[in-house]
């Protein structure tokens, strides 16, 4: 590229620096940590042994590592199904007023993340206001238990992580050419078969990487199954956090969160595999 | 500022200067003299290493090979800021966050110039350029002729000693672009400054440069005045890459003569065997059907002060243009047969390499 | 209208219902903190004697303290490593997958297993955990963002001027500081907000990388130690406090980008 006298990759360092040694660094010494035995007292017994991930694979917690993502997967299809038609209706909004839905739609994601799922308790629980509703509308039975139930970790999920998917859907509906839409009615397809057969596959990448995002974010969640699922809902994170705080069983945590790890890496090179070979993308050098 | 006409003294030498990226040649041996006061064109198809070549002069490549002498010192090892030529950029490169007043005070801020002596070039400026109402404004306030205006007025107000110009009217629309040719050439008279401008636009460099060089993938072809690369080019694809230029395949027999199929010209040549003939429209008569070289016409075009006849002969491939008046023209129609005939003083021959 | 011209009101539905289910809960939860008798099901009345108590709760002013100290200093760091890491990906001559994974990672990864990998790796060391290693861990996520943010700016920066300013006899760090840097301070100081936003709530990582005892509590510690008991009214004031203060941040910051991209 263009005349430099400084190096791009000093200006990165600092910052490369701080996460080999604040990211990568601890991430390995966990990793490490996988191969080693427990101590009897808790602490590590520094002997080699596959056994822990052995384990992961053991019917009790193979079952929580399934369940859990059961539950990523549904959260994930529910958020795509509720994200799309709303990213959708934002691109359709008139051009001045689509950065302010999307803004007002991205809002809560970034907003505290325990706080929002509090609310959820709120709505919920045995004297919520949803009860409170029912029994408005003369609903005369016991009180409904929505609360720790797997529906309301899905509902806390889905609200949680649903602004991110709208985002990512509405990046890629927002660069389409309207002009491929217009091409394919004046070619004589409807506007349910241009949906169908051209805008859809093309947005395609977009679901993707909400879909991934969603996903890693659910699978991997532990405040959401410990605040609405209660103590007895289980959820790889709760099962890592049982490991490490009260268990005391490092090596065993350490093995569950790097196959976290494991199944996040894969999901993301998937997708941009995937999505770079949708796209064909290729930047033009100039002379 | 009084009228300066460009002397033969060299201000700018270019040495054999060369640029490589990995493997590609960018800039291959280009030498070249530049002379005080002159305005000069690079001029060639794109990708054919000529902005890569204006960007060495400025400092912002490095040159793989060769030197560049300013007044017979070498500049080469010296960093953009150091230079004393300046480079006007093909999007402007206008600073957004400061108005135009600003923009045309930074250079000289640099210079570590007292601020009255600032106001005092940057006023001066202003009004050559005619810019004075827009002074406070901010770039995005401005049209593209505009813009233009500043990133000129910001890279003369240095005075420097060479100003370079990339591209500097490719953005604009044509009949825009027509007025800024006649403008910049009024401003460069002015300000006494040599231009050193890159183009691919073979009629603005026809139009505005005092002498100009031919670039293709990356080396020098041509090197002179409009006229000389007009009516002698030193090579078949200068001929054909400047204004309008109809080939003839065929051979030069022993006895001097240029022949083609249906066609026989006396040319001056010592040399015989395989070669095209380079003749100009204009260089082509209307004669009588009966002459001996002649063809079919099949397309006018009429371009206002003339047309132009395609006309398709036994000679070669493609029809011959040939300029007519716009009265001589209207006689005509598609489908009439008529007589050509070539002026051969005007005509160049380019033997085939052996 | 006619034609290939889209009908407004289905999509009006759909935004309506979606927005809804977004702030819906929100709402009921900002409208409950500012309720008398602090229970959920019946209304009696406007009162701000929730935040009254909130304000006489010196553990809760405590912890917000800390939360302050902790989204300060980590904004301030990761701001400055961040920036200067988007610069360098923008301007380096070809893109370096490595470089690319290294600064998304942070955004991704699942945060239980960065915190019990900061656990593990500061147990190791025989580090004192405290505020100082919760900034420390906060740094990494804040300054991928901070990059992202900044890098979106510097996808549509025009590098010549860059180059204009060096043309025009300014050295490589005056040019920084009167060209490059004026340009992308909108797009610094959104990146900033967002960090503090992101340091202000996050929970997991400060848990883990805190220590024990009170003394170095952040405000969400505190939050997921009240509502793991149940609805009090005084967690329903402050979470509204916690809500208002992020969003006024992400607005600032919505509008700074705003700004700078028209």
């Known amino acids: 590229m263009a005349y430099q006298t400084t190096r791009p990759n000093m200006l990165a360092a600092p910052a490369v620096l701080w996460l080999l040694a604040f990211m990568v660094a601890p991430c390995l010494l966990v990793l490490s940590y996988a191969f080693f035995q427990r101590g009897t007292w808790g602490g590590i017994e520094y002997t080699f042994t596959l056994e822990n991930f052995a384990r992961v694979f053991d019917p009790l917690y193979a079952r929580i590592f399934l369940n859990s993502a059961r539950i990523a997967l549904i959260t994930t299809i529910l958020a795509i199904l509720i994200a799309y038609p709303a990213a959708y209706a934002i691109s359709l909004a008139p051009r001045v007023r689509q950065p302010m839905l999307l803004f007002f739609a991205v809002l809560p994601f970034w907003s505290n993340y325990l706080i929002r799922t509090y609310a959820w308790i709120v709505l919920l629980n045995r004297e919520g206001l949803l009860n409170g509703f029912l029994s408005y509308l003369g609903y005369q039975g016991e009180p409904l238990s929505l609360l720790y139930t797997e529906a309301a970790v899905i509902t806390g999920l889905v609200y949680n992580y649903l602004p991110f998917v709208i985002l990512a859907i509405y990046s890629t509906l927002s660069r389409l050419n309207p002009e491929l839409m217009e091409a394919s009615r004046d070619l004589g397809a409807g506007a349910f078969r241009t949906f169908w057969r051209v805008t859809l596959p093309l947005t395609l990448p977009g679901v993707a990487a909400g879909g991934v995002f969603v996903f890693v974010l659910s699978i991997g969640n532990f405040v959401t199954p410990a605040l609405l699922g209660g103590g007895r809902f289980q959820m790889i994170g709760n099962l890592v956090y049982d490991q490490f705080l009260t268990a005391n069983d490092w090596p065993f945590g350490a093995a569950l969160g790097m196959v976290l790890i494991a199944i996040m890496v894969a999901l993301l090179f998937l997708q941009a595999r995937a999505t770079s070979h949708a796209s064909g993308e290729r930047k033009g050098d100039e002379a | 500022m009084t009228a300066a006409a460009p002397s033969a003294k060299p201000i700018l030498k270019i040495e054999e200067i060369v640029k490589n990226y990995g493997p590609i040649t960018a800039v291959d041996r280009v030498s070249l003299d530049i002379r005080e006061k002159e305005f000069f064109a690079l001029l060639g198809p794109s990708g054919c290493g000529k902005t890569t070549l204006l960007r060495m002069l400025a400092g912002f490549e490095v040159p793989t090979a060769g030197r560049v002498l300013l007044e017979g010192r070498d500049i080469s090892p010296l960093p953009p800021e150091r230079r004393p030529l300046n480079l006007m950029f093909q999007s402007y490169a206008l600073f957004t966050h400061m108005s135009v007043r600003k923009n045309l005070a930074y250079g000289l801020e640099m210079e570590k110039l007292s601020r009255a002596e600032i106001d005092r070039r940057v006023d001066e400026i202003l009004a050559t350029t005619d810019l004075v109402r827009f002074a406070d404004r901010k770039p995005e306030q401005l049209s593209g002729g505009q813009k233009q205006r500043v990133a000129l007025a910001r890279a003369l107000v240095k005075r420097p000693k060479v100003l370079l110009l990339d591209e500097p009217l490719g953005a604009l629309d044509k009949k825009l672009r027509e007025k800024m040719q006649l403008e910049l050439k009024r401003m460069q008279h002015e300000a006494g400054i040599t231009f050193i401008i890159v183009t691919h636009d073979q009629e603005e460099a026809l139009v505005m440069a005092d002498r100009m060089a031919i670039l293709k993938d990356g080396r020098l072809l041509q090197c002179g005045t409009p006229e000389e690369i007009y009516e002698q080019p030193a090579d078949p694809f200068v001929a054909n890459f400047i204004g309008v230029m109809n080939f003839i395949e065929g051979t030069v027999s022993a006895t001097g003569a240029f022949e083609a199929p249906g066609l026989q010209l006396a040319v001056s040549s010592n040399r015989s065997g395989p070669a095209s003939l380079a003749v100009r429209p204009e260089h082509i008569a209307v004669a009588s059907a009966e002459a001996g070289f002649g063809g079919v016409i099949e397309e006018i075009a009429y371009h206002g002060l003339d047309r132009v006849l395609h006309v398709r002969t036994s000679a070669s491939q493609s029809a011959i243009q040939v300029r007519v008046s716009a009265e001589t023209g209207a006689r005509y129609r598609p489908g009439d047969r008529i007589g050509l005939g070539i002026d051969a003083a005007k005509a160049r021959l380019f033997h085939s390499a052996a | ?262």
């Not at chain 3, 977004?22 to 008798?37: D, G, H, Q």
């Open chain 3, 1 to 262: 209208m006619s034609g290939i011209a889209p009908k407004r009101l289905p999509g009006r539905i759909i935004l309506l219902l979606v927005f809804g289910f977004l702030y819906l809960p929100i709402a009921v939860l900002v409208m409950l903190s500012f309720n008398e008798s602090g229970l959920p099901t019946s209304w009696s009345g406007f009162s701000t004697r929730w935040y009254a108590a909130l304000m006489g709760n010196g553990e809760i002013l405590h912890a917000a303290w800390n939360t302050l100290v902790v989204a300060i200093f980590a904004t301030l760091v990761s701001t400055v490593l961040g920036t200067l890491l988007a610069i360098g990906m923008e301007t380096r001559a070809r893109k370096s997958n490595g470089l690319e994974a290294l600064a998304f990672a942070p955004m991704v990864i699942p945060d239980i297993v960065l915190a019990v990998a900061l656990l593990t790796f500061f147990s190791r060391l025989n580090i004192t955990t405290g505020l100082h290693t919760i900034i420390l861990s906060h740094v990494i996520f804040d300054l991928a963002f901070v990059c992202s943010v900044v890098r979106a700016r510097l996808k549509h920066f025009d590098f010549s001027i860059v180059e204009a300013s060096r043309d025009l006899g300014a050295s490589g760090w005056t040019t920084f500081w009167r060209v490059t840097f004026p340009v992308l301070l909108p797009s610094i100081i959104a990146g900033a907000l967002l960090a503090f936003t992101l340091s202000v709530d996050e929970f997991i990582i400060a848990f883990f990388t805190a220590g024990p005892g009170r003394s170095s509590i952040t405000l969400p510690m505190q939050i997921y130690s009240m509502i793991r008991f149940g609805i009090t009214p005084e967690v329903n004031a402050l979470a509204t406090i916690v809500m208002a203060v992020s969003a006024t941040a992400l607005l600032l910051s919505q509008w700074l980008n705003k700004e700078q991209i028209q």
